[in-house]
């Protein structure tokens, strides 16, 4: 009986920094305010949610050029994602007070 090849270490690492560069390629997420229908205050309200855009592909890279591409493109995701993040909240925060002092019940 054979025994099947194992992979070393280093190739399974090398194979998951190139799937995730591949999946991440430069990604920022933004928020997006967009109009929805309440039905029990029968009014439109806005509310605001969030979209990962991509903006770039990360391709044509070797070796420590791809791994410094994926940190940067992870700490840039990851940043957008904070600030975009914090502003959808307040901004929802805002448009339900606003809700509050147009709905009708």
Do not use: K
């Not at 270490?9 to 920094?17: E, G, K, N, S």
């Amino acid at each position: 009986m054979r025994a099947t090849p194992v992979a070393p270490q280093h190739l399974i690492r090398r194979r998951a920094t190139l799937a995730l560069v591949f999946l991440l390629q430069a990604c920022v997420v933004v928020p997006r305010t967009t109009t929805v229908y309440d039905e029990d205050c029968r009014i439109q309200m806005r509310q605001m949610v969030l979209d990962v855009e991509q903006v770039g592909l990360l391709g044509g890279c070797a070796n420590q050029g791809c791994v410094a591409l994926l940190v940067g493109a992870g700490v840039v995701t990851a940043a957008t994602a904070v600030v975009s993040g914090s502003i959808a909240v307040a901004g929802n925060i805002v448009y339900w007070f606003e809700r509050q002092g147009q709905c009708n019940r």
